[in-house]
C-alpha cells in the first residue's frame, strides 16, 4: 500500500521542486555583469571612440554569458552627459566606463550618489571609492611618431591639430616635437586648436591651414581621419590617431598610434566578478603593457629609419628611454627639466607648457 502511495507522488513530488527550482530568484554569482560605455564622440569605424568599443566586443567575445554590455555614443562632456551616467547607472549597470577626460567631474558626482556601482573614468586624475581611473602612456607612441616625422619632413615644418588645451593634449604635442628634434633638430610644430574632440568640417580646415603655412607631416589629437585624408589628397604625410586610419590614406598615413583598451577592461570586470575589485586605484599603461600600439611604418618609410624607430620603441619598453628625461627646455628658452631628471607622472599630468621647438603659445 505505501509502496503504491509513493508511487503516485514521487512524479508530484518531482513536479513540485521543478516549479519551486524555477521560482526561486538566479543567485547574483550567476547573473552576467551589466556594463555600460560612455562614448564622447559617434563609434564610426575608427578614432578614440571606434577603439574603446573595439574593446568593449572583445570583452563580450571573451566572458561571453558572463557580461552584458551596452554604450551611449556621441554625449558632449557637457550637463547632458551626468544625466545619461545618472541615468545609466539608475537602469541597474553593474560598472559604468566613462570614456573622456570631460566626464570627469560628472562621473565623481554620479558615483557619490550610487555607492553601489563601479565606476571608470579614462584619463583623468580623480578618483573615489567606487570609482577608478584609467589612462595610457600615450606619449610614448607621440613620441615615436615625432621620431618618423623628423626624418621624413623636408619642409622642417611640422603641423599638429590639437583639440582641446589641456595636459593630456599638451603631453602628446610635446612629446611628438620632442621625438622628431631628437633625430632633427630644425624642425618647428605648428599647432591649431580646434576645442573639439570630433568635427571633421574643422578638422579638415585646420590641416589645410597647416599646409598652407608649410608643414609636409601632420599629426593630431582629434578623433576623426580628416587630416589623413587631407594629406592623401594633398601628397603630404599624416599619423593615424587612436586607431589606424591607413584606409583613408594608403599613402599619406606613415604610421598610427592606436590604443588597446580591452585588456584592461577585460581585467576590471574579471575582479567585478571575482569580488576583489576596488575604488580609488589609477592604471597607467603603454607600450610595455600593450595599450599603446604604434602600428608598423608604410612601406614608403625608408629601412634605416623603420630601424630607428624600432630601437627607439625598445628602448621605452625595456625602460631605458622616457621621452620626458632632461635637459628640456619650454619654448622661451627656460629650463623646466634639469639633465638627468624626468618628468614624473604627476607633473606630466598637470603639464601646461611647450617644449622648445613649438610655435606660439597655449590657449588660455
Known sequence: MIRHLLTRLLPLLGSAALLFAATVPVSAADKPVRVAFLYVDPVGDSGWSYQHDLARRELERVLGAKVKTTFVENIPATADAERVIRQLAASGNDMIFTTSFGYMEPTLRVA???????????TGFKTAANMVNYESRFYEGAYLLGVLAGKLTKSNTLGFVGSFPIPEVIRNINAYTLGAR?????????????????????????????????????????????IVQVAETRGVQACGWDSDMSKYGPKAQYAANTTNWADYYIGEVNKAIAGTWTGGRSTVWGLKEKMVVVTTPNKAVPADVVKLFEERKQAII???????????????????????????????????????????????
Open 318 to 364: 625595456d625602460g631605458k628611454l622616457h621621452p620626458f628625461t632632461g635637459p628640456l627646455k619650454d619654448n622661451t628658452g627656460v629650463v623646466k627639466v634639469p639633465a638627468g631628471a624626468t618628468l614624473t607622472h604627476d607633473q606630466l599630468r598637470a603639464i601646461n607648457w611647450y617644449v622648445e621647438g613649438i610655435d606660439g603659445s597655449i590657449p588660455k
Open 182 to 226: 631628437s633625430v632633427n633638430p630644425r624642425i618647428k610644430t605648428k599647432v591649431i586648436w580646434v576645442d573639439t574632440w570630433y568635427d571633421p568640417g574643422k578638422e579638415r580646415q585646420a590641416a589645410e591651414a597647416l599646409i598652407a603655412q608649410g608643414a609636409d607631416v601632420m599629426c593630431q589629437n582629434t578623433d576623426s581621419p580628416a
Open 112 to 122: 557619490k550618489l550610487f555607492p553601489k556601482v563601479k565606476f571608470g573614468h579614462a
